[in-house]
């Protein structure tokens, strides 16, 4: 190979990244749905998922003014069982599938709207992975910040939690 071809080869490479990184910047892969929360809004669950074609990673989640919640977890669970809003991971909330934050790998193909629509169309299954980010704070929760990785970039996510 010359290396007039050499040098065009790699102009479309370099070309094709910035592209591809650009989209993913631009089209975020972690999606929410409902969010449902206690009266005092100090318990807040969030339906979220991977619009993206790569496995997303939680890193940190923060509340409010960047404030460290009392206590974070994701409920995984399935379309048909649903998510539980509760203001502590003991008792009948135990059985949502509550894991740390670290320890859950949020699959692709997961949106809450397509899990949703598998629901209505009747073709959910219990093998179908749905996520809810479960946040319990010892004051009204009125922002959540989600941290995570995908494909090896950092992204950050902000959901106004509604009064």
Not at 44 to 68: A, H, P
Not at 90 to 102: K, V
């Amino acid at each position: 190979m010359t290396k007039r071809n050499m040098m065009i080869v790699l102009m479309i490479i370099f070309v094709c990244s910035i592209g591809l990184f650009s989209f993913i910047k631009f089209h975020t892969p972690l999606v929410s749905g409902t969010i449902g929360s206690s009266a005092d809004k100090q318990s807040v669950v969030i339906s979220i998922g991977n619009n993206g074609f790569s496995n997303i990673k939680i890193e940190d989640v923060r509340i409010n003014m960047n404030e460290e919640p009392l206590d974070k977890k994701v409920q995984v669970s399935h379309p048909l069982k649903g998510f539980i809003v509760a203001d502590s991971f003991d008792g009948e909330a135990e059985e949502y599938g509550l894991t740390d934050i670290q320890d859950v790998i949020i699959k692709p193909n997961t949106s809450p709207s397509s899990q949703i629509e598998k629901v209505n169309n009747g073709t959910a299954t219990e093998k179908d992975n749905s996520y809810g980010l479960s946040i319990i704070n010892h004051k009204e929760i009125s922002e959540v910040i989600i941290h995570y990785n995908y494909l090896g970039m950092a992204f950050e996510k902000s959901i106004t939690i509604h009064h």
